[in-house]
């Protein structure tokens, strides 16, 4: 495709701009209403290298909020104006602002879909718009004109998560070296939302990374409940994930010898409402007082509260300033008349072509190294974590 090329003002210093902490109101605190304004065009922004659109699926979650404010960050400092966008979680909104962008002639998109299945549409007038299409740590699917794909290794996010829960169970220990802990533990299975890749991925290196010790008797599942169609959950609500935790308590614990030794959980969001559940069905205490090991991942400021206070076992930490900063160089390589550098070109099948990538590495957050993985890095301050807030 040959893109059109934009001459900012200042764009060879564009790989040198410092993005600013992730920060952001806790899960829900912003009225998505309100969401959809634009940036990039109020208070003084430099507008000399043309407008980028960038597209966010939601402000119910923190992490996408700094997510937006990051990327938004980066292009500003490279001398571009910014139309960030939030979808609200709603499919047909997040559809019309991109058309809404394409229309009004962006120069580029950085597209985090709330289904990557529903942009074919849009896709096609980018490409016949000749805009070229991030797609931003969710693939895009069923389209050739995805250009780059800017992610985490989201297969490995699923062996860290499923790792995390053997080490809260003690069958490995924080080395991965298994312990000789044999169990059985009683263990239960949450998958993210099926629209979305990288919940396939998640599902994919933990069940993988599980499955050797549920065939050994090691993990047991009560439920019997290990196929994504039924795990998962949809749209990755804190609620939805609520009600099944009741369901599967309710259903195969209450009035029987067995108690819930851990659940394996693909985002923090998702751990707040399964421990809300354990918690009005008398579990109690901290998990070395016997509370069920839960896993998590996007490291949210009331999580990482829960894991310091040693409720919430442990979460994944995808630092998204370097994800917003890897977006922002590949938009640029790409207006500027080259190609952004992939570091993956095998892995990213989207159902039409496979999609040049560029992987970033995770970590796992245990109460032990909060301090130097998510306070020492300006990610969180110590404040933000005591209170379990974002200031």
Known sequence: MKFRKILAAGAGAALAFTLAACSGGGAGSTDDSTAGATGGTDGGTATEGGTIGVAMPTQTSERWIADGDAVKAGLEAAGYSVDLQFGNDDIPTQSQQIDSMITSGVDALIIAAIDGTALKAQL????????????????????????????????????????????????LDESGAETGEAGPFNVELFAGSLDDNNAHFFWSGAMDTLQPYIDNGTLVVPSGEMDINVTNTQQ????????????LLTTYYVGTDLKVDGVLSPYDGISRGIITALQNQGYSGTVADGFPVVTGQDAEIASVKLI???????TIFKDTRKLA??????????????????????????????????????????????????VDSGYWTAEEVEAGQAS
Do not use: C
Not at 130 to 158: A, H, M, Q
Not at 308 to 314: L, N, S
């Open 325 to 374: 900063d890897q977006a922002v160089t590949a938009t640029l390589a790409y207006l500027e008349g080259g190609e952004p550098e992939a570091n993956d070109t095998t892995t990213y099948d989207n159902g039409v072509k496979v999609v040049p990538s560029y992987l970033l590495e995770s970590d796992i957050v245990y109460a032990d190294n909060i301090q130097s993985l998510l």
């Open 124 to 171: 096609d007038q980018a490409h016949d718009a000749g805009i070229p299409v991030i797609s931003y740590d969710r693939l895009i699917r069923d389209s050739e004109y995805v250009d780059f794909y800017v992610t985490f290794d989201n297969y490995k996010v699923g062996v860290q998560q499923a790792t995390s829960l053997l080490v809260g169970l003690g069958v």
């Open 236 to 247: 990755w609500k804190q609620e939805t994930a609520q009600t099944r935790m009741d369901t």
């Open 308 to 314: 310091a206070d040693d409720v919430q076992f442990a």
